[in-house]
């Protein structure tokens, strides 16, 4: 079955790094567009960041411009999302998004909270 499972979560401190993983399988990876969303307590899920499917394509909110990077591993059915210079706003659950022409899945969720 579909499966997308979100890694690499964790508590930082202002200004550190971390960088998340998720690991999909049960579908042809190449052929879908990847998103990273994520969604702070209290608040609607917002979109990050997204991928093409050959990775030729990235675009990112305003918010996270210049500090975050997708990038994806279509040989081990993988996307990333490199965060950098993070700050408290950057507290939320981080989801993963597989969507193609027809179907659209989500990933389970990861945590990520920045705090000193």
């Known amino acids: 079955q579909v499966q997308l499972v979100e890694s690499g979560g964790g508590l930082v401190q202002p200004g550190g790094s971390l960088r998340l993983s998720c690991a999909a399988s049960g579908f042809i990876f190449s052929n879908y567009a990847m998103s990273w969303y994520r969604q702070a307590p209290g608040k609607e899920r917002e979109w990050v960041a997204d991928i093409t499917g050959r990775g030729g394509t990235t675009n990112y909110a305003d918010s996270v411009k210049g500090r975050f990077t997708i990038s994806r591993d279509n040989a081990k059915n993988t996307v990333y999302l490199q965060m950098n210079s993070l700050k408290p706003e950057d507290t939320a659950v981080y989801y993963c998004?597989?969507?193609?022409?027809?179907?659209?899945?989500w990933g389970q969720g990861t945590q990520v909270t920045v705090s000193s």
């Open positions: 998004r597989a969507w193609g022409t027809i179907n659209n899945y």
